[in-house]
């Protein structure tokens, strides 16, 4: 799954899942133990794609069995979550893929929201070709050659253009203005969401048809369909400061974890054990292979991590 870049199906676990990135705007629905003045909850802001379930999963597990509190979640867009996160309505937010906009206003300026340390994995957004096409056509893989095969991705939804499939529309995304700028002859089309945009990824990889996606790593749908990307206009610092005018490539984003400012200073242990946790690509991907693939529940999935990986996670605790 970004004002700066974003992406990449899963929801709560409460709602319905499969996997950065888009869902109801719940801003509005303030957790009642969110900020909760002495109380052992915590309440955690949950994306919509399955790489922020699985840490929300795992931090949850750990909150509750490990240091007893109750953890309540809800599920807000990417965006609004900073205006919850900064109002209290959330305590923590465990991955953003870089919302400069937000950051400068609520941690620099308003100091409302505090920074929680690096997730430990590194995001990035770009546009992938199975491996199946780019091995019969090598060249497809750089964008200059793309209008070449427009053709090969014409949809009903597309027209007379190649299709550029994204997830939901309120992924915040640089696909058109992309297309508009580096002249392609494609027309952006949203699935809806991540876990739409899974099934007709997984429908064209099973008839071996050519497709043109908006994707991102971590994801573990790269080793059920592997994808290969193609290369944009290098990224340079600043080159997509201007969404109108953006012609290159999405960055590699360290994530990052942030937490209402209050929370960061009054929230124990919990807090604590927050801005400690830190994974690798590796583990998010083995728990979001056990929700989203192999349908586990994402408490059993985040057990069974747990269960295997304690010297990882007794560091968080410390």
Partial sequence: MRVRTTAAVAAVSSLALLTGCGAADMTKQASPFANAQGAKTVTLSVQSWVGAQSNVAVAQYLLEHELGYRVDTVQVDEVPAWDALSQGRVDALLEDWGHPEQEKRYVDDKKTIARGGGLGVTGHIGWYVPTYLAEKHPDITNWKNLNKYADLFRTPESGDKGQLMDGSPSYVTNDKALVKNLKLDYQVVFAGSEAAQITQIRQFAKEKKPFLTYWYSPQWLFEKVPMTEVKLPPYKEGCDADPEKVACAYPHTPLQKYLNADFAKKGGKAAAFLKKFKWTTED???????????????????????????PTWKKWLS
């Fill in 284 to 310: 998010q991907n083995e728990v979001s292979l056990m929700i989203a693939e192999q349908k586990m529940s994402p408490e059993d999935a985040a057990k069974k991590w747990v269960d295997s990986h304690e």
